[in-house]
Protein backbone atom coordinates (compact mmCIF):
# COMPACT_ATOMS: atom_id res chain seq x y z
CA UNK A 1 0.00 0.00 0.00
CA UNK A 2 1.21 3.43 -0.81
CA UNK A 3 1.73 5.55 2.08
CA UNK A 4 1.26 9.60 0.99
CA UNK A 5 3.54 11.11 3.79
CA UNK A 6 6.78 9.25 2.87
CA UNK A 7 9.49 10.81 1.06
CA UNK A 8 9.90 9.04 -2.22
CA UNK A 9 13.41 10.38 -4.11
CA UNK A 10 13.95 10.40 -7.49
CA UNK A 11 15.48 7.75 -9.10
CA UNK A 12 18.74 9.45 -10.26
CA UNK A 13 19.75 10.35 -6.69
CA UNK A 14 19.59 7.04 -5.58
CA UNK A 15 22.03 6.55 -8.29
CA UNK A 16 24.26 9.15 -7.28
CA UNK A 17 23.66 9.98 -11.44
CA UNK A 18 22.95 13.44 -11.87
CA UNK A 19 20.31 14.40 -14.69
CA UNK A 20 21.03 16.03 -17.72
CA UNK A 21 19.11 17.71 -19.64
CA UNK A 22 17.85 17.13 -23.08
CA UNK A 23 19.02 19.12 -26.19
CA UNK A 24 15.32 20.63 -26.26
CA UNK A 25 15.44 21.45 -23.10
CA UNK A 26 18.98 23.15 -22.97
CA UNK A 27 18.04 25.34 -26.11
CA UNK A 28 14.42 26.16 -23.89
CA UNK A 29 14.63 30.27 -23.15
CA UNK A 30 13.65 30.76 -19.62
CA UNK A 31 10.45 31.31 -17.99
CA UNK A 32 11.74 34.98 -17.58
CA UNK A 33 13.21 35.35 -21.42
CA UNK A 34 9.56 34.55 -22.71
CA UNK A 35 7.71 37.39 -24.10
CA UNK A 36 4.17 35.62 -24.11
CA UNK A 37 3.04 37.92 -21.48
CA UNK A 38 4.10 40.16 -18.43
CA UNK A 39 6.23 38.25 -15.97
CA UNK A 40 3.59 38.95 -13.28
CA UNK A 41 1.06 36.81 -15.26
CA UNK A 42 2.91 34.34 -15.41
CA UNK A 43 4.90 33.46 -11.82
CA UNK A 44 4.82 35.30 -8.69
CA UNK A 45 7.83 37.42 -7.91
CA UNK A 46 9.18 36.28 -4.69
CA UNK A 47 6.99 38.78 -2.31
CA UNK A 48 7.95 39.70 1.48
CA UNK A 49 5.12 40.90 2.85
CA UNK A 50 0.96 39.54 2.31
CA UNK A 51 -1.07 40.88 -0.37
CA UNK A 52 -2.31 44.07 1.34
CA UNK A 53 -6.19 45.34 -0.60
CA UNK A 54 -4.83 49.04 -1.11
CA UNK A 55 -2.10 48.13 -3.03
CA UNK A 56 -3.86 45.78 -5.94
CA UNK A 57 -4.68 47.77 -9.62
CA UNK A 58 -6.62 46.49 -12.01
CA UNK A 59 -3.15 47.05 -14.46
CA UNK A 60 0.48 47.42 -13.29
CA UNK A 61 -0.24 46.02 -10.17
CA UNK A 62 2.88 45.06 -7.85
CA UNK A 63 0.86 42.54 -5.77
CA UNK A 64 0.78 38.23 -6.30
CA UNK A 65 -2.00 37.61 -9.04
CA UNK A 66 -1.68 34.53 -8.15
CA UNK A 67 -3.75 35.22 -4.56
CA UNK A 68 -7.23 35.63 -5.27
CA UNK A 69 -7.50 36.71 -1.80
CA UNK A 70 -8.16 39.12 0.18
CA UNK A 71 -10.80 40.70 -2.77
CA UNK A 72 -10.74 44.47 -3.83
CA UNK A 73 -12.79 44.41 -6.34
CA UNK A 74 -15.87 42.13 -4.86
CA UNK A 75 -18.16 43.42 -8.37
CA UNK A 76 -16.00 41.24 -10.15
CA UNK A 77 -16.48 38.18 -7.90
CA UNK A 78 -19.82 38.79 -7.61
CA UNK A 79 -20.18 38.24 -11.52
CA UNK A 80 -18.07 35.68 -11.77
CA UNK A 81 -20.75 33.69 -9.07
CA UNK A 82 -23.74 35.02 -11.20
CA UNK A 83 -22.07 33.62 -14.45
CA UNK A 84 -21.30 30.15 -12.72
CA UNK A 85 -25.05 30.55 -11.19
CA UNK A 86 -26.40 31.10 -14.98
CA UNK A 87 -24.81 27.75 -16.37
CA UNK A 88 -26.57 26.37 -19.45
CA UNK A 89 -25.92 23.97 -21.85
CA UNK A 90 -27.36 23.93 -25.90
CA UNK A 91 -28.03 20.51 -25.83
CA UNK A 92 -30.70 21.07 -23.21
CA UNK A 93 -32.63 22.76 -25.45
CA UNK A 94 -34.99 20.95 -27.87
CA UNK A 95 -34.86 21.62 -31.35
CA UNK A 96 -37.33 19.54 -32.78
CA UNK A 97 -40.32 22.28 -33.37
CA UNK A 98 -37.44 24.39 -34.99
CA UNK A 99 -36.50 21.10 -37.45
CA UNK A 100 -40.03 20.91 -38.44
CA UNK A 101 -39.99 24.80 -39.16
CA UNK A 102 -36.91 24.63 -40.91
CA UNK A 103 -37.73 21.55 -43.25
CA UNK A 104 -41.40 23.05 -44.42
CA UNK A 105 -41.18 24.54 -47.51
CA UNK A 106 -43.69 27.18 -46.63
CA UNK A 107 -42.96 27.17 -43.30
CA UNK A 108 -40.62 30.30 -43.45
CA UNK A 109 -40.47 33.09 -45.92
CA UNK A 110 -37.03 33.68 -47.88
CA UNK A 111 -35.97 36.77 -45.72
CA UNK A 112 -36.62 34.74 -42.72
CA UNK A 113 -34.37 32.21 -43.99
CA UNK A 114 -31.49 34.76 -44.76
CA UNK A 115 -31.84 35.66 -41.37
CA UNK A 116 -30.89 32.74 -39.70
CA UNK A 117 -28.33 31.68 -41.91
CA UNK A 118 -26.54 35.42 -41.89
CA UNK A 119 -27.37 35.58 -38.12
CA UNK A 120 -25.63 31.96 -37.37
CA UNK A 121 -22.63 33.07 -40.43
CA UNK A 122 -21.83 36.00 -37.85
CA UNK A 123 -22.29 34.72 -34.47
CA UNK A 124 -20.12 31.59 -35.40
CA UNK A 125 -16.66 33.01 -35.25
CA UNK A 126 -17.86 36.03 -33.55
CA UNK A 127 -17.16 34.12 -30.07
CA UNK A 128 -14.55 32.63 -31.43
CA UNK A 129 -13.15 36.43 -31.65
CA UNK A 130 -14.12 36.98 -28.04
CA UNK A 131 -12.47 34.53 -27.05
CA UNK A 132 -9.38 34.62 -28.55
CA UNK A 133 -9.27 38.36 -27.09
CA UNK A 134 -9.90 37.33 -23.31
CA UNK A 135 -7.13 34.17 -23.66
CA UNK A 136 -4.82 35.41 -25.47
CA UNK A 137 -4.49 39.07 -25.11
CA UNK A 138 -6.55 40.59 -22.07
CA UNK A 139 -6.46 38.11 -19.54
CA UNK A 140 -2.13 38.46 -19.48
CA UNK A 141 -2.69 42.45 -18.77
CA UNK A 142 -5.34 42.22 -16.05
CA UNK A 143 -3.39 42.41 -12.83
CA UNK A 144 -6.31 41.81 -10.51
CA UNK A 145 -7.17 38.18 -9.65
CA UNK A 146 -11.00 38.28 -9.08
CA UNK A 147 -11.02 40.11 -12.51
CA UNK A 148 -9.24 37.44 -14.01
CA UNK A 149 -11.51 34.85 -12.50
CA UNK A 150 -14.01 36.52 -14.14
CA UNK A 151 -13.14 36.49 -17.44
CA UNK A 152 -11.60 32.60 -17.52
CA UNK A 153 -15.97 32.24 -17.01
CA UNK A 154 -16.56 34.45 -19.50
CA UNK A 155 -14.01 32.56 -21.84
CA UNK A 156 -16.02 29.22 -20.94
CA UNK A 157 -19.20 30.97 -21.51
CA UNK A 158 -17.74 32.13 -25.25
CA UNK A 159 -17.23 28.61 -26.20
CA UNK A 160 -20.74 27.71 -25.13
CA UNK A 161 -22.08 30.29 -26.93
CA UNK A 162 -20.09 28.80 -30.00
CA UNK A 163 -21.26 25.67 -29.05
CA UNK A 164 -24.66 26.87 -29.54
CA UNK A 165 -24.31 28.24 -33.00
CA UNK A 166 -23.20 24.75 -33.74
CA UNK A 167 -25.75 23.02 -32.53
CA UNK A 168 -27.92 25.15 -34.32
CA UNK A 169 -27.05 24.73 -37.72
CA UNK A 170 -26.21 20.94 -36.87
CA UNK A 171 -29.86 20.84 -35.73
CA UNK A 172 -31.60 22.31 -38.88
CA UNK A 173 -28.96 20.59 -41.10
CA UNK A 174 -27.79 24.04 -42.69
CA UNK A 175 -24.52 23.83 -45.05
CA UNK A 176 -21.25 23.61 -42.15
CA UNK A 177 -18.89 25.39 -44.32
CA UNK A 178 -21.08 27.58 -45.80
CA UNK A 179 -22.25 28.73 -42.45
CA UNK A 180 -18.50 28.54 -40.55
CA UNK A 181 -16.64 30.31 -43.30
CA UNK A 182 -19.17 32.99 -44.15
CA UNK A 183 -16.89 35.68 -42.44
CA UNK A 184 -14.81 35.06 -44.93
CA UNK A 185 -17.58 35.45 -47.74
CA UNK A 186 -19.79 37.93 -46.78
CA UNK A 187 -18.67 41.73 -47.12
CA UNK A 188 -21.18 42.63 -44.65
CA UNK A 189 -19.79 40.31 -41.75
CA UNK A 190 -16.00 40.44 -42.88
CA UNK A 191 -16.53 44.15 -42.17
CA UNK A 192 -17.34 43.42 -39.11
CA UNK A 193 -14.46 41.29 -38.45
CA UNK A 194 -11.89 43.35 -39.83
CA UNK A 195 -12.56 45.96 -38.07
CA UNK A 196 -12.12 44.22 -34.84
CA UNK A 197 -9.41 42.17 -35.72
CA UNK A 198 -6.55 45.31 -35.07
CA UNK A 199 -7.70 45.78 -31.88
CA UNK A 200 -6.76 41.91 -30.95
CA UNK A 201 -3.85 42.10 -32.31
CA UNK A 202 -2.75 44.52 -29.91
CA UNK A 203 -3.34 42.75 -26.85
CA UNK A 204 -1.89 39.67 -28.75
CA UNK A 205 1.15 41.27 -29.93
CA UNK A 206 3.40 39.46 -27.58
CA UNK A 207 5.68 42.57 -27.13
CA UNK A 208 3.02 44.47 -25.91
CA UNK A 209 2.96 45.00 -22.20
CA UNK A 210 1.39 48.04 -20.03
CA UNK A 211 2.92 50.37 -18.02
CA UNK A 212 3.39 53.34 -20.31
CA UNK A 213 0.56 55.93 -21.14
CA UNK A 214 0.27 55.00 -24.93
CA UNK A 215 0.13 51.22 -24.12
CA UNK A 216 -2.17 51.83 -21.63
CA UNK A 217 -4.60 53.60 -23.78
CA UNK A 218 -4.14 50.79 -25.98
CA UNK A 219 -5.37 48.48 -23.74
CA UNK A 220 -8.50 50.22 -22.58
CA UNK A 221 -9.25 51.40 -26.40
CA UNK A 222 -9.44 47.40 -26.98
CA UNK A 223 -11.42 47.22 -23.87
CA UNK A 224 -14.06 49.61 -24.89
CA UNK A 225 -13.93 48.05 -28.51
CA UNK A 226 -14.92 44.60 -26.94
CA UNK A 227 -17.07 45.39 -23.82
CA UNK A 228 -19.62 48.44 -25.46
CA UNK A 229 -18.90 47.81 -29.31
CA UNK A 230 -18.75 43.80 -30.10
CA UNK A 231 -20.62 42.63 -27.16
CA UNK A 232 -22.11 46.03 -26.98
CA UNK A 233 -23.47 47.01 -30.11
CA UNK A 234 -22.23 44.28 -32.68
CA UNK A 235 -24.63 41.61 -31.82
CA UNK A 236 -27.83 43.25 -31.52
CA UNK A 237 -29.24 43.26 -35.28
CA UNK A 238 -29.14 39.70 -34.35
CA UNK A 239 -30.27 39.19 -31.37
CA UNK A 240 -33.22 41.28 -31.91
CA UNK A 241 -34.10 39.35 -35.55
CA UNK A 242 -34.15 36.06 -33.58
CA UNK A 243 -35.73 36.80 -30.65
CA UNK A 244 -38.81 38.63 -32.72
CA UNK A 245 -39.18 35.49 -34.24
CA UNK A 246 -39.57 33.69 -31.30
CA UNK A 247 -41.72 36.17 -30.42
CA UNK A 248 -44.27 35.39 -33.15
CA UNK A 249 -43.64 31.36 -32.57
CA UNK A 250 -41.16 30.52 -35.24
CA UNK A 251 -37.69 29.02 -34.30
CA UNK A 252 -38.21 28.86 -30.65
CA UNK A 253 -35.60 26.54 -29.47
CA UNK A 254 -33.23 29.12 -31.27
CA UNK A 255 -34.80 31.82 -29.76
CA UNK A 256 -34.42 30.53 -26.53
CA UNK A 257 -30.58 30.00 -27.03
CA UNK A 258 -30.34 33.09 -28.25
CA UNK A 259 -32.35 34.70 -25.21
CA UNK A 260 -29.25 32.54 -22.72
CA UNK A 261 -26.69 34.08 -24.68
CA UNK A 262 -28.26 37.64 -25.02
CA UNK A 263 -28.32 37.59 -20.78
CA UNK A 264 -24.43 36.06 -20.55
CA UNK A 265 -23.47 39.01 -23.18
CA UNK A 266 -25.13 41.48 -21.36
CA UNK A 267 -23.47 40.47 -17.92
CA UNK A 268 -19.51 40.34 -20.49
CA UNK A 269 -20.77 44.22 -21.69
CA UNK A 270 -21.35 44.97 -17.95
CA UNK A 271 -18.57 43.28 -16.61
CA UNK A 272 -16.08 45.25 -19.13
CA UNK A 273 -17.66 48.84 -18.35
CA UNK A 274 -17.07 48.34 -15.02
CA UNK A 275 -13.49 47.26 -15.78
CA UNK A 276 -12.97 50.00 -17.77
CA UNK A 277 -14.45 52.65 -15.16
CA UNK A 278 -11.92 51.43 -12.59
CA UNK A 279 -9.21 51.29 -14.86
CA UNK A 280 -10.11 54.92 -15.52
CA UNK A 281 -10.83 55.64 -11.90
CA UNK A 282 -7.14 54.33 -11.28
CA UNK A 283 -5.90 55.68 -14.21
CA UNK A 284 -7.09 59.22 -14.77
CA UNK A 285 -3.98 60.42 -16.83
CA UNK A 286 -4.71 58.14 -19.91
CA UNK A 287 -9.03 59.67 -20.42
CA UNK A 288 -7.79 62.49 -22.29
CA UNK A 289 -9.86 64.53 -24.43
CA UNK A 290 -8.26 63.37 -27.41
CA UNK A 291 -8.61 59.89 -26.36
CA UNK A 292 -12.16 60.19 -25.86
CA UNK A 293 -12.62 61.61 -29.55
CA UNK A 294 -10.83 58.50 -30.56
CA UNK A 295 -13.37 56.41 -28.98
CA UNK A 296 -16.37 58.42 -30.49
CA UNK A 297 -14.82 58.00 -33.67
CA UNK A 298 -14.85 54.00 -33.05
CA UNK A 299 -18.61 54.21 -31.75
CA UNK A 300 -19.31 56.25 -35.09
CA UNK A 301 -17.93 53.46 -37.69
CA UNK A 302 -19.75 50.78 -35.33
CA UNK A 303 -22.71 52.29 -35.82
CA UNK A 304 -22.19 52.46 -39.34
CA UNK A 305 -21.03 49.24 -39.78
CA UNK A 306 -23.65 47.19 -37.72
CA UNK A 307 -26.25 49.29 -39.66
CA UNK A 308 -24.72 48.08 -42.70
CA UNK A 309 -25.17 44.39 -41.71
CA UNK A 310 -29.13 45.04 -40.81
CA UNK A 311 -29.56 46.45 -44.73
CA UNK A 312 -27.55 43.04 -45.94
CA UNK A 313 -29.51 40.65 -43.57
CA UNK A 314 -33.07 42.83 -43.97
CA UNK A 315 -33.20 43.86 -47.33
CA UNK A 316 -36.98 44.27 -47.08
CA UNK A 317 -39.37 44.41 -44.15
CA UNK A 318 -39.80 41.18 -42.06
CA UNK A 319 -40.60 39.97 -38.32
CA UNK A 320 -42.88 43.67 -38.45
CA UNK A 321 -38.99 45.17 -38.71
CA UNK A 322 -37.34 47.13 -41.11
CA UNK A 323 -33.48 48.41 -41.74
CA UNK A 324 -34.20 51.72 -41.01
CA UNK A 325 -35.64 50.85 -37.75
CA UNK A 326 -32.53 49.82 -36.85
CA UNK A 327 -30.88 52.96 -37.68
CA UNK A 328 -32.45 54.57 -34.53
CA UNK A 329 -32.05 51.65 -32.30
CA UNK A 330 -27.99 51.05 -33.04
CA UNK A 331 -27.79 55.41 -32.13
CA UNK A 332 -29.45 54.80 -29.03
CA UNK A 333 -27.49 51.74 -27.86
CA UNK A 334 -24.63 53.69 -29.18
CA UNK A 335 -25.76 56.43 -26.43
CA UNK A 336 -26.53 54.22 -23.83
CA UNK A 337 -22.74 52.71 -24.08
CA UNK A 338 -21.21 56.55 -24.24
CA UNK A 339 -23.27 57.58 -20.92
CA UNK A 340 -21.81 54.04 -19.40
CA UNK A 341 -18.22 54.85 -19.81
CA UNK A 342 -18.52 58.73 -18.81
CA UNK A 343 -19.17 59.86 -22.60
CA UNK A 344 -21.52 62.15 -23.31
CA UNK A 345 -24.42 60.91 -25.88
CA UNK A 346 -23.27 61.16 -29.07
CA UNK A 347 -26.64 61.21 -30.74
CA UNK A 348 -29.38 63.11 -28.80
CA UNK A 349 -33.34 62.64 -28.12
CA UNK A 350 -32.91 59.16 -30.34
CA UNK A 351 -35.35 56.55 -28.90
CA UNK A 352 -35.87 52.69 -28.37
CA UNK A 353 -37.81 50.79 -31.42
CA UNK A 354 -37.96 47.80 -29.50
CA UNK A 355 -39.12 48.30 -26.00
CA UNK A 356 -39.66 44.83 -26.23
CA UNK A 357 -35.83 44.24 -26.08
CA UNK A 358 -35.51 46.45 -23.13
CA UNK A 359 -37.70 44.17 -21.28
CA UNK A 360 -35.13 40.88 -21.58
CA UNK A 361 -32.38 42.73 -21.45
CA UNK A 362 -32.87 44.65 -17.99
CA UNK A 363 -35.66 43.05 -16.68
CA UNK A 364 -35.71 39.90 -14.22
CA UNK A 365 -37.68 37.50 -16.63
CA UNK A 366 -39.96 34.63 -14.62
CA UNK A 367 -40.57 32.62 -17.51
CA UNK A 368 -39.15 31.80 -20.63
CA UNK A 369 -40.71 34.15 -23.33
CA UNK A 370 -41.39 31.47 -26.13
CA UNK A 371 -42.08 27.74 -24.15
CA UNK A 372 -42.83 29.41 -21.25
CA UNK A 373 -39.79 27.56 -19.44
CA UNK A 374 -37.77 29.08 -16.81
CA UNK A 375 -34.86 31.54 -18.38
CA UNK A 376 -32.87 32.02 -15.55
CA UNK A 377 -31.42 28.46 -15.59
CA UNK A 378 -29.45 27.76 -12.91
CA UNK A 379 -26.96 25.21 -10.87
CA UNK A 380 -27.55 27.28 -7.56
CA UNK A 381 -27.82 30.29 -6.00
CA UNK A 382 -30.69 33.19 -6.82
CA UNK A 383 -29.97 35.54 -9.72
CA UNK A 384 -31.49 38.69 -10.81
CA UNK A 385 -30.53 40.92 -13.91
CA UNK A 386 -30.91 43.89 -12.08
Known amino acids: ?138 YRHITAPECRQYLLRQAFEEAIHTHAYQYIVESLGLDQSEIFNAYNEIESIRAKDEFLIPFINVLTDPNFKTGTLEN ?74 EFKDEIKSIFEKAVELEYRYAEDTMPRGVLGMNAPMFKGYLRYICNRRCLQIGLDAMFPNEENPFPWMSEMIDLKKERNFFETRVIEYQTGGALSWE
Request: with cysteine.
Open 1 to 138: MLNWEEQVAPAFLKSGIAPQPLAAEQERPKIEEVALAPLAAIVAEKMTSRVNVADKRIINAKTDVNQLVPFKYKWAWEKYLAGCANHWMPQEINMNRDIALWKDPNGLTEDERRIIKRNLGFFTTADSLAANNIVLGT
Open 216 to 289: DQKLLRSLIVFACVMEGLFFYVGFTQILAMGRQNKMTGAAEQYQYILRDESMHCNFGIDLINQIKLENPQIWTS
